[in-house]
């Protein structure tokens, strides 16, 4: 078998998981897929002694909170992800239940959705991702003016990162598909890409191969937009997985809450410990209570308070079960957001909106 392949690669991280879990389930207490399967030790000895159990690992999130926990510090996402990479390797894993997710990834890369444009002098692009335009227009086109106005010769690429292949296991496709964006986007000149996702954040940042990567909020918090009105309100913060570890970025989303006049508590929540929102690894549309199960911890912790965070992604999940509003409709659009009037798209309206965003934005960036 050669050394790099997924199965040689899960065998050996399957070997660091049976030889340094000492099963003192603090990630099983916090994880209701780890409650039903079983230590992370008793799962690599599973795979290890009989080859099976691999599967099971579309059943987490991939969030990586158990990796935050484990004292013995176990690479436990690496785990599991490389489980699925096996897995999808067999040929053996039906793409069926992900097809509407896989059409979603399709369709943001598609000539009609994506874009790229550099204005002549200019290093840097603004990459707003999938969701967040379609979903959160109007945040979206102030965010671009906002930036324009501070970064000079800024350009717009949109396109998809990918990450549900990625996350999914398809680590050929992802890297053939995330690899031409990449190259692309480097052949225009590009040297730094602004990401408002966390996932195409945490995508750039682990594969971008020599491109800076920052979020939008590092601007923000260089240059803050002040047009804003004030509101009231109690509100928690919940930290979108792949900004775990990104302890100064998630201080700025904190300070950029407060700002709006909200009364924003610190929690266990919100930081390191806080958990998936639900959309993680797509596992919704495999075990839906499973994922729903994370939102109602989110909602558990809120009582009754607005729940704030950085990612369209965790809004759309976490207004499953609690109030939620994105930082950016916040900071944006204050009054509208905590009135509930500003518009957020659903649906196939969505698809509308991002090709609105597209057209305006190739319009005004000449
Ligand atoms: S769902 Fe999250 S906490 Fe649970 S095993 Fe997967 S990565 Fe770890
Ligand atoms: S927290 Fe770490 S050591 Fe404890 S059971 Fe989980 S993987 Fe094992």
Not at 5 to 33: K, N, V, Y
Not at 226 to 238: C, D, K, Q
Not at 246 to 265: P, Y
Request: charge should be positive; charged fraction near 20%.
């Amino acid at each position: 078998m050669p050394a790099s392949s997924p199965t040689a690669d899960l065998h050996a991280l399957a070997r660091t998981i049976a030889e340094g879990c000492t099963e003192c389930r603090a990630c099983q207490f916090r994880c209701g897929f780890l409650h039903e399967c079983g230590t992370p030790k008793a799962m690599a000895d599973l795979l290890l002694t009989t080859g099976k159990g691999r599967a099971r690992a579309f059943e987490c999130s991939l969030c990586g909170l158990c990796s935050t926990i484990c004292p013995a510090r176990l690479p436990l996402t690496e785990f599991f992800l490389a489980m699925r990479r096996a897995a999808m390797d067999t040929g053996r894993i039906s793409l069926l239940p992900y097809r509407p997710l896989l059409n979603y990834e399709l369709i943001g890369a598609s000539r009609l959705f994506s874009l790229f444009q550099l204005p002549r002098g200019g290093d840097t692009v603004f990459f707003p991702g999938c969701t967040f335009p379609g979903t959160h227009p109007a945040s979206a086109r102030a965010l671009l003016a906002h930036l324009r106005a501070h970064v000079p010769d800024l350009g717009l690429v949109m396109s998809c990162c990918f990450k549900p292949s990625h996350d999914l296991g398809r680590q050929d496709f992802f890297e053939k598909h995330f690899g031409r964006l990449r190259n692309k986007i480097r052949s225009m000149g590009v040297t730094t890409v602004l990401t408002a996702c966390p996932n195409c954040f945490k995508v750039f940042s682990e594969y971008g191969d020599g491109l800076t990567v920052r979020t939008v909020y590092d601007v923000l918090a260089e240059h803050p937009f002040a047009g804003g009105a004030h509101v009231r309100g109690a509100a928690i913060m919940h930290t979108p997985c792949p900004y775990r570890g990104q302890d100064r970025l998630q201080d700025a989303l904190r300070r950029m809450a407060a700002e709006t006049g909200l009364d924003v508590e610190k929690t266990r929540q919100d930081g390191a410990l806080s958990p998936c929102c639900g959309e993680g690894g797509a596992v919704g549309m495999l075990r839906p209570e499973l994922a729903a199960g994370w939102g109602e911890k989110t909602a558990a912790m809120a009582t009754g308070r607005i729940v704030v965070t950085s990612c369209a992604g965790c809004v759309k999940f976490l207004s499953k079960h609690a109030r939620a509003a994105h930082l950016l409709d916040l900071a944006f659009f204050p009054a509208g957001t905590m009135a509930g009037t500003l518009r957020r798209p659903k649906g196939l309206l969505t698809y509308l909106y991002r090709l609105l965003f597209k057209l305006r934005a190739r319009f005004n960036l000449g």
